[in-house]
């Protein structure tokens, strides 16, 4: 059995708390293995697609296991996977080496769009009933609401009866936009959660915050680009790319303050890098405090997840100081328990 005793975050207050299987309790138990220092309730990486090498490839069950143990490494408890390249086996979220997982199926895109190989495609008139028992299943449907800059976008009013279809069910709809239009569509059809939102008209964040859309901007990958992206030949294409993640960070910052919550997300692979998308968060401008609330407890409460109190699941990461002081902590923790056991 574990124990673990020490400051927690986000209050930094003392606790002191025993694993009784998958939950935190005050209740003492007899030999707990005691591990101290300061307390995250466990990352969460909330936009990855583990299980396949490359875009375009099937789910592979090994690459999928072995996806998850990068995640569990990195101190990440909890993942959401909004798009896989196919249904995921029984285990997946449930075996004691895997985080816990909340997943939207295969992408649901435009004839035309996104990744050959990855995803659904569907008409718009079959958007709706496909994303519904997509969220029926398993709480979620991911739909590529816009591809490349010249691509048509899912008109708003197809989007808005996908989040009504969806949201009949008690799921949520997570889209996927990187164009303006795309964004402002996604926005005003009042989806669950934008994911990337790159080109995002800054002004649509206040609908955002008042609806409780959240933003999974995946800030290292849409970066890390960058360099790259500017070295190409001029075209439209590196015109937009190069506007849209040159303003991400910006972007990301303005959703903080506009009360809009945020949420780290690695996108690609290799996986088990929440701490990139960490320090670019904290790059961007946000503070160190915020960027480990957007990897950490405020994802966890919008997946339903407690932190460090008696009651919630029992998951912890533990580090020899305040990770907020020194992100460098973040890629050595000293340990991590998942469900009431300690995996690293
Ligand atoms: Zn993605």
């Not at 927690?8 to 101290?36: H, K, M």
């Not at 969460?44 to 875009?55: I, K, L, M, Q, R």
């Not at 994303?131 to 609401?145: C, F, L, N, P, S």
């Amino acid at each position: 059995m574990i124990r673990v005793r020490g400051y927690a975050l986000p209050s930094g207050e003392v606790v002191d708390l025993y694993a009784d299987g998958d939950r935190w309790t005050t209740d003492p138990a007899p030999n707990a293995e005691l591990v101290e220092g300061w307390l995250l309730p466990g990352l969460v990486d909330s936009h990855t697609h583990p299980g396949a090498e490359n875009p375009g490839d099937p789910l592979d069950e090994a690459v999928l296991r072995e996806d998850l143990h990068r995640h569990v490494d990195a101190g990440v408890t909890a993942i959401r996977a909004p798009g896989l390249a196919g249904d995921p086996p029984s285990w997946f979220g449930q075996d004691p080496d895997v985080p816990r997982a909340w997943h939207a199926g295969p992408w649901l895109a435009q004839h035309g769009q996104f990744f050959d190989g990855w995803g659904r495609r569907v008409s718009h008139a079959e958007m709706p009933a496909v994303a519904g028992a997509q969220a029926a299943r398993t709480g979620w449907a991911k739909v590529i609401t816009d591809w490349g800059p010249d691509d048509e976008v899912v008109p708003v009013a197809v989007l808005r009866t996908v989040v009504d279809a969806v949201h009949a069910v008690g799921g949520r709809v997570a889209a996927h936009t990187q164009q303006a239009a795309g964004g402002l569509a996604a926005v005003a059809a009042g989806v669950d959660s934008i994911e990337h939102g790159m080109c995002l008209d800054p002004a649509a964040l206040h609908t955002m915050a008042a609806q409780g859309s959240v933003l999974t901007p995946t800030l290292s990958i849409i970066t890390s680009g960058l360099d790259r992206v500017r070295a190409a030949e001029p075209s439209p294409r590196r015109d937009w790319y190069l506007n849209g993640a040159e303003a991400h960070g910006p972007l990301t910052c303005a959703a903080v303050e506009a009360g809009v919550t945020v949420l780290a997300g690695t996108d690609s692979r290799p996986h088990g890098r929440i701490s990139d998308e960490i320090f670019a968060l904290v790059h961007a401008g946000l503070r160190p405090h915020d960027a480990l609330a957007a990897a950490s407890w405020s994802a966890r409460s919008f997946l339903g997840l407690g932190g460090l109190t008696p009651g919630s699941p029992a998951d912890a990461v533990v580090y020899p100081a305040d990770p907020r002081t020194d992100l460098s902590l973040l890629d050595k923790p000293t340990a991590v328990i998942l469900r009431g056991l300690r995996v690293r």
